[in-house]
């Protein structure tokens, strides 16, 4: 897998699905759910950072992606149904159909299903792909769950004094895969907020942030040079100010696109006013550098 949740790096933290069973079949009974965790809930794009990343600081959550053309899906989701249901709310099985929720199949990097996700608090502990043999899953699950034991929040009891509020996991997702250089999963990560929160503007900004930087990681050396050769080149000058902007030249790149304002006309005056725009969003709207580039902009349109 990889994406805004690698697992990749991950795995060694908890035990993967062993090779053979070790452990007897459930006798198949029906425990009374004494958590107020309901042990089985369908999750969308919408409600994943409640259902999913939220509740792993309180119980481990087991995300199940499938899709409903998936063969070896009808094996294991039932099997995984059966056994969040015994274990009465201890832990979650989240269940995620990644065709009704492509956003969230692609933050996981999700290349084939099915595919079962641990997470603990917000963030990914172990996974694996394909159906698995009750046995083993049973094995896989205890372990993790002595894995985590101790280290999360636990069901809520509705007493004793709140906890306090933990780092956002959403956005600890998105910064590891921005970290490991998944700009494509760190992009992934913050839509997947602002499909629930359209109006976060932390997401929002943290969004402008890896698009420019998913955006420089190609520029070639000589990309200044190109576009001083090529001064009515709309493209040259974009990858140029580009370049400035990511080297620590924010007024060399306003003032080169700010220049090419001045020489376009019509469309291609839009597109560069809508570019220097961009980049302007990048920075705090009060720092004077801006301030003063926005100035120099309206002097070049009026």
Not at 189 to 209: D, K, V
Not at 288 to 301: D, E, G, N, Q, T
Request: glycine share 8%; aromatic share 6%; charged share 20%.
């Amino acid at each position: 897998m990889s994406g805004a949740v690698d697992l990749s790096g991950l795995k060694d933290r908890a035990p993967a699905p062993p090779s053979a069973p070790t452990g007897p079949p459930s006798d198949g009974g029906a425990p009374v759910n004494t958590t107020g965790l309901p042990p089985v809930i369908d999750v969308t794009e919408a409600t994943f950072q409640t259902e999913v990343l939220d509740r792993s600081n309180q119980v481990l959550v087991i995300v199940d992606l499938w899709a409903t053309w998936c063969g070896p899906c009808k094996q294991l989701s039932p099997v995984l149904e059966k056994l969040a249901h015994e274990g009465g709310g201890s832990w979650v099985l989240a269940k995620i159909d990644v065709d009704a929720n492509p956003g969230i199949a692609q933050a996981f990097g999700v290349q084939s299903v099915p595919t079962v996700v641990a997470i603990a608090a917000g963030r990914p502990l172990a996974d694996f792909a394909g159906a698995q043999p009750e046995p083993q899953l049973r094995q896989w699950i205890a372990a993790l769950q002595e894995a985590v034991a101790g280290k999360l929040a636990g069901p809520p009891s509705g007493d004793g004094e709140p906890e306090p509020e933990p780092e956002d996991p959403r956005f600890v997702a998105a910064e590891t895969a921005l970290d490991e250089g998944d700009f494509a999963g760190a992009e992934a990560a913050y839509n997947l907020i602002l499909n629930s929160e359209p109006g976060n503007q932390q997401a929002q900004a943290a969004l402008r942030q890896v698009r420019f930087l998913a955006r420089v990681q190609d520029l070639p050396d000589d990309v200044i040079a190109v576009a001083d050769a090529q001064p009515d080149s709309i493209d040259a000058q974009f990858a140029a100010a580009d370049a400035e902007l990511y080297s620590q030249q924010p007024e060399a790149a306003f003032d080169r696109l700010v220049a090419l304002v001045k020489r376009t006309f019509g469309d291609d005056r839009t597109t560069v006013r809508t570019r220097l725009l961009e980049l302007f969003e990048l920075f705090d709207p009060a720092e004077p550098i801006v301030v003063a580039a926005r100035r120099k902009l309206a002097s070049a349109l009026y």
